[in-house]
């Protein structure tokens, strides 16, 4: 839109609104409807009064409104509907963003003020939520209720904060910065609002003392410097009496105060690790690579994502929000439950899943592709039996994907000797979601463990590929042994098999054998000897530390006579 469009009549438009030049589009005394994004460029404006705003969106962070250079969004008098997703607005530049008289009943709004961005806010109620981070932005919010304000502290900046007000606090004055801060080039004024609940944003090289309040969120962002570290032990709900964050590239002290939520954003080339964590949002841009093990998602602070060309990687976590993969981003989670929220994927992400647990049906759209694999070998498994073999081979893709499923093959190797698989079927076609894979027939096979390998084939760009997935099965004879009489069962059990320290290993032997009960590495290499000697009919146990191992997977194995039994575990650190 270059000219002046005046818009007074209910419309829907299903497509993206960009207004340049000196532009305007006007809305008034209607309803509009948009699926879309709304930009507005140079000495544009968009205005919305007296009317029913609705941004229609399927999943989170859809659609944006943006406003850069000089543009200006004004919308007053008006009820905000968001589909009751969140949405993004940024503002930079020299533009500005004014909300007046505005009802967000059904919708929210996540705020950016960036380098010379404005934001006005004026009787207006659940406002949303506002990031300020850039240089000579300004945020200003009056007469309203309820809003999350980030405190950024941008990089080489210093401060601190004193006390927060509550969630059912009247506050008749708030300003950012105060005289403790230096380095920080926005302004934030608020006043006559209730209920204002704060946050920080902290960027790399930067000195934060948070004194004496409760923190919805404590944002870490990591992009400066192309970081390989381990961050571990940021719990969500926690209250902090005097502590320094175990975060690289910053000094953050918290005394006396609590933190609802702890989010991390990792941008550039970083490469950071995160485990045994509780924490509310993770977000990954531009080439970073985060690696997510042994940890939970609890939803308090958001929602976890990927964009750009980043590498997302989740192992043996849970989850509790949306999973928003966009951009060409590749994000892989392995041994993950979804235990609520979807896996979204957009633009060109590529999103691979393994043995993972989906809440929802999986959202896909443009270019995007996931693919779904599972691998679950019964238990108790049989000699001279059929076994079903359950699993997916699946995958989802967006209208212009470039992907395409081509198959599935499993095949099988004694855990003995895996210089030679042997196949179970041929390649299969069909797809398979949480369903059984195939047969497997196990007459004329030995007592012992197998690995089992389910082939993934797929295409895309005129290439064929293809992805290996593992998992093992132990077969034994059916002895007619009653369940739970385990002194006349050969058996090994290993509990937890994931593990930061301590392990309890069982077995049992149903007659007199010579037994020993090893841990070995991944390339075969015997690293502990637990027990050894001749044993009676029974059952035994073992405590095990691992503490002096390196993270990894091993196998702990049992041999008795020509029998053995072999179980992996992983150990954290």
Not at 165 to 186: H, K, R
Not at 265 to 284: R, V
């Amino acid at each position: 839109i270059q000219d002046t469009v005046i818009i007074e009549q209910d419309t829907t438009i299903y497509d993206d609104i960009v207004i340049i030049d000196s532009g305007q589009l006007i809305v008034r005394n209607c309803s509009l409807k948009l699926k879309g994004n709304i930009t507005a460029l140079d000495n544009a404006l968009f205005s919305v009064d007296s009317a029913d705003f609705t941004i229609l969106q399927d999943f989170i962070y859809q659609f944006m409104l943006v406003a850069v250079d000089s543009a200006a969004m004004e919308i007053t008098n008006t009820s905000f509907n968001s589909s009751k997703l969140p949405i993004t607005s940024v503002v930079g530049g020299k533009a500005s963003i004014i909300f007046d008289s505005v009802d967000m009943g059904d919708g929210f709004i996540t705020f950016a003020a960036m380098e010379g961005g404005s934001i006005d806010v004026e009787y207006s109620s659940r406002a949303g939520e506002f990031v300020v981070l850039g240089d000579s932005a300004n945020l200003s919010i009056s007469h309203s209720d309820t809003v999350l304000v980030w405190l950024g502290f941008p990089e080489n900046s210093s401060g601190e904060l004193h006390g927060s007000p509550g969630m059912e606090e009247w506050v008749d004055e708030f300003t950012f910065p105060d005289s403790t801060c230096s380095g920080i080039g926005y302004s934030i004024q608020i006043d006559s609002l209730y209920g204002l609940i704060l946050a920080t944003m902290a960027v790399d090289s930067t000195d934060v003392t948070v004194y004496d309040a409760e923190l919805q969120s404590c944002g870490n962002i990591f992009w400066k410097f192309p970081v390989t570290d381990t961050i571990s032990g940021l719990v969500d709900e926690s209250h902090y009496d005097d502590w320094v964050a175990p975060l690289p590239n910053r000094n953050l002290r918290l005394v006396n105060t609590s933190v609802r939520a702890w989010n991390l954003y990792f941008g550039d080339s970083t490469d950071l690790t995160i485990k045994s964590s509780i924490f509310g949002e993770c977000l990954a841009s531009d080439s970073s690579k985060p690696t997510i093990m042994n940890a939970i998602w609890d939803g308090n602070g958001g929602h976890i994502g990927a964009t750009g060309r980043s590498f997302f990687l989740t192992l043996f976590t849970s989850l509790h929000t949306d999973a928003l993969q966009e951009g060409q981003s590749v994000s892989m989670f392995f041994l993950t439950s979804f235990l609520r929220g979807n896996l979204i994927a957009r633009d060109m992400a590529v999103c691979l899943t393994y043995n993972t647990v989906l809440a929802n049906p999986v959202l896909v759209d443009d270019s995007a592709t996931v693919m779904i694999a599972g691998l679950y070998p019964p238990s108790p498994a049989y000699i001279n039996d059929t076994l079903s073999i359950q699993g997916s081979a699946t995958m989802y893709k967006g209208s212009d994907s470039q992907f395409q499923f081509d198959g599935y093959r499993l095949d099988y190797a004694s855990l003995d000797d895996t210089t030679q698989y042997f196949p179970i079927t041929d390649r299969i076609s069909d797809p398979i979601e949480d369903g059984e894979l195939c047969k497997f027939d196990t007459y004329g096979l030995d007592v012992g463990d197998y690995f089992i390998r389910l082939w993934y084939f797929f295409s895309a760009f005129g290439q064929n590929d293809s992805l290996p997935f593992i998992n093992t099965i132990y077969l034994k004879y059916k002895t007619g042994v009653y369940e739970g009489d385990r002194r006349k069962e050969f058996f090994l059990s290993v509990s937890p098999t994931l593990l930061n320290s301590a392990a309890k290993i069982c077995y049992g032997i149903p007659c007199p054998a010579e037994v020993e009960l090893s841990i070995y590495d991944v390339s075969g290499r015997r690293v502990v000897v637990l027990d050894k000697g001749i044993k009676q009919e029974g059952v035994y146990s073992v405590a095990w530390n691992a503490a002096e191992l390196s993270p990894g997977v091993y196998f702990c194995r049992l041999t008795a006579g020509d029998i053995s039994h072999t179980r992996k575990l992983v150990v954290l650190k």
